[in-house]
DNA sequence: GGTCAACAGATGATCGATCATTTTTTGTAT
DNA sequence: ATACAAAAAATGATCGATCATCTGTTGACC
């Protein structure tokens, strides 16, 4: 006996799918029968993949038939994937109140990530104590695939590059994979899954806010508001140049430690980009 | 902001409520209107009580159909009972194959134990280090508390008191709840709730063990067969003296540390008595 | 003006019927 | 007897209708 953990499935998320039309569209390859899955599976991988990326605010009420009718289903498959999600946390659930995608805040992003500290720490430790050959080929192919894809679809849209989200999924998992338990390695996932939310958000508001910015100095611009215009285009470039001096740090920290031994594992700085 | 994790609510089982007559017997107390909480979630929490206890055992394939005539509900409640209770992995579920009790084996319940040692070392000292004295009397509140209750229902019969198990886990979380992350304690819980479903699982087991035993001397004894009956009452003492001789060992190494520091934390035994 | 209550619309929860797939049974040929 | 295949039964998945509850609005009253 052993089987156990249905194991989320997680990975790839599947194309836009929104419209129900789809079908017979594009029958390029063999086009396996494919939907191999139930509804509800495809509606929970979706619903999952659009929560993470972001794409699907925090907040956000998830109403049953709204769904339904988006996805083009009834209403059984939507309400069946929403109590799917709530696994993971990333969808909360109240009773007569219906779902909801789950807050963020930067008490939980602190929480979070202090587990996520911890867990990993202990899941890499066991993972180097444990591993074999097999396990350093593994890992070193993980992050070659990594390594070699880009990390944005397109980086001035900040959309994100699927095959980089996946692989960069598939390289932390590499790392702890030799641990020997499945429980620690699912939780760590888990908490994977929640960072990398955040990562879009956070991503996700500095563009918007970017381009909010220029904005609103074009409009200030148009309406020959010197001042304003002005004002506003420095603290822009003062933004842009915070986020650099933060890189340029980042990247002194690494140069620095040539004299002392760059040992001392210590804690690292929760606030730093989850990566 | 900050509202998160539903909070699976746990507690105290009803009672057997499978047949739909119910109502108004028994009216005793005030009898608060109660079903409060909407169909599926009572169903959840029956489930998941009757899962943990034991009462439904691995393996047991919950068909959606089945449950809905012995509860007197229709199939939706029992579905979305059911796909929430795969959220703690105490059932898991197949595509077109229905949901299924978890399984449960020697390997799992090793990996489990591990992890479950990990983080709640990690989640006590930090307790430890973080917790004021409201910490300290909450814990002490806790362990009063469970410590006089009755650890059986009836002993004889095997029939856990769920007070004390309600009781034994609010001692379990109030060691761990001043270690700040709500992240961290609600791994911890879900890690207890499988603990208990094997404890209760073993006490079942063993309690079946010797309700066999007893059949197969008796049987052994009218039918005249002396040899069998002898050697089987011979084991049954064995078996018994055996577990005696385990209590003991655990006594007498819980005096012999006078001598040198008891310190030493030190991995325990996994394969000991979760609790 | 503000507060509360009745109302209406929206939304969640539940039901029973129906479709699709899996599992079991049954029958037949080797 | 065994193995395979078709048919039947069981079971999971999905649907749309319906009931219950919640939310926001309107309007009377203080």
Redesign the pocket.
Known sequence: MGEQKSGAGSGAASGPASAPGGGTSAPGRGAKPA?D??????LFAELRAQIISGAIPPRQ??????L?AQF?????????ALNRLTRDDLVS???????VVSAVSEQDLADMIRARCWLNERALRESIALGGPDWEERLLVAFHRLSRLPRWADEAEGIANPEWESAHRAFHRALIEACGSGWLIGFCEQLFDVADRYRHIARKAAMARVRDEHRQIMEAAVARDADRAVDLLNRHFQRTAELCRAELQRRAAAVAPTGRRARRAKAVDPAGPPA
Chains 1, 2 share one sequence.
């Open positions: 939907s899955p139930t509804l509800a599976s495809r009420r998830l109403r049953v038939r709204q339904a083009g289903t009834g209403l059984s498959p939507v309400r069946e659930h109240n009773d007569q109140r219906g779902f």
